[in-house]
């Protein structure tokens, strides 16, 4: 649906991308995943990922050239302990170097602590299911506050507890594999617990990238409980479990599902995605509307689309624009929107298939950057602060 009219975004809005350390750093070699991919897990061994680790400075560049004031990406755990309470003064420094790249350029860092990776010794003393996991974790978030806090605008502790518990204990598509309801509920009641303990630590602003879905129900009363059911476990559960110490609310969305006859069905009525997800910028509104009784900040922490031609990113993210702007004329207290991901990466178990980048990575052609047509048209929006018709 064409806009009528320019659609003006708050004076201070952040615009930006993001990025996490293992899907787009490259030789994570302390870490859980990497040891699992060797050992054949996923469709494909992350490697050099993007090189980023290397190639920082080159992408930062890109993010400023592309006009985004604000830039999301982690902090590797197994790079900075790679064991146990031993900790990397070289990683450290390496981290300042990016986060001081960023500063220098006037560009607000989001700082992700823990985005789905683990050091291969915690992921040994069982994980996020050992009762002892935020205390190894506050340990780290500490060192993270001591050390990084000078560099970082915003924190967000922990990204999306909901699908590292499901993909990593319930599905088992994930490093450990395991598929028990109950081992899920526990890693993620730990995790909440682990944001809960360390937000102490973090005097910047803090919260969690929670991963919203929306579920809408047939006309079946029994889908429409589901679908009520559905909303209430995905978006206020895990925020109402740390509400008073979240200083803001993450917001990573990407579709909307519907139920019918109690199975997942969907809505193609908009498009979809190379990935099979519907194009579904109503559920993002419905979403926001539905946080507005939280009394905080939201961030739209990762919105984005799997579109390796580049056809349909460019309508996907306004619509998605759109929905966030009548959220905020309706009194939502949205301040800024990071689109996922800067760079074509290592989407976990689907290797590097799927293609969320502003930015093409040709993988053929030592890992080239080439700027998609898209990304121009997000930077108009990100240089302006507005949306025009
Ligand atoms: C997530 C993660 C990202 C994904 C992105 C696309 O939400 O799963 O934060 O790591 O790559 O969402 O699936």
């Known amino acids: 649906m064409a806009i009528k009219k320019e659609l003006k975004f708050p004076k201070g809005f952040l615009w930006g991308s993001a990025v996490s350390a293992h899907q787009v750093e490259g030789n994570n070699v302390n870490s859980d995943w990497w040891e699992w991919e060797q050992k054949g897990g996923g469709k494909e061994h992350s490697g050099t990922a993007c090189n980023f680790y290397n190639r920082y400075e080159e992408d930062i560049k890109i993010v ?81 506050a001591h050390h990084f806090e000078d560099l970082v605008d915003l924190w967000i502790t922990v990204n999306e507890p909901t699908v590292y518990a499901g993909q990593s204990y319930l599905l088992g598509l994930w490093p450990p594999q395991k598929k028990n309801f109950l081992r899920a509920c526990r890693v993620f009641l730990n995790m909440i617990e682990a944001y809960n303990k360390t937000s102490l630590s973090l005097k910047k602003p803090h919260g969690i990238a929670h991963n919203i879905p929306r579920f809408t129900g047939s006309k079946n009363p029994l889908d429409l409980l589901l679908a009520k059911s559905l909303n209430f476990i995905f978006l206020d559960i895990p925020i109402l479990l740390c509400l008073k110490k979240q200083d803001f609310i993450g917001v990573n969305y990407y579709s909307q599902f519907k139920i019918k006859n109690g199975k997942f069905s969907f809505d193609y009525l908009l498009g979809r995605t190379d990935m099979e997800w519907p194009i579904a910028p109503e559920g993002l509104y419905k979403i926001l509307l539905n946080l507005k009784k939280y009394k905080k900040p939201i961030y739209i922490t990762e919105n984005g689309c799997a579109d390796s031609q580049d056809k349909i990113r460019k309508f996907y993210i306004k619509e998605h624009l759109k929905a966030a702007h009548m959220a905020i004329e309706n009194g939502v207290d949205v301040r800024g929107y990071f689109y996922w991901s800067l760079i074509d990466n290592f989407e976990w178990h689907w290797g590097f298939k799927p293609r969320f980048g502003l930015v093409e990575i040709d993988r053929r052609n030592n890992l080239k950057r080439k700027i998609r047509k898209s990304a121009k048209c997000y930077s108009k929006v990100c240089e302006e602060n507005l949306m025009k018709p």
């Open 64 to 144: 400023r050239d592309l006009n985004q004031n604000a830039f999301r990406l982690s902090l590797e755990w197994a790079r900075i302990e790679p064991g146990m309470g031993e900790f990397s003064k070289k990683e450290m420094e390496h981290y300042r170097e990016i986060l001081k790249s960023l500063k220098d350029k006037g560009i607000t860092t989001f700082v992700t602590i823990h985005h789905f990776t683990n050091p291969i010794w915690f992921a040994n003393l069982g994980g996020w299911e050992n009762c002892k996991s935020s205390k190894y974790f506050s340990r780290y978030v500490k060192y993270c």
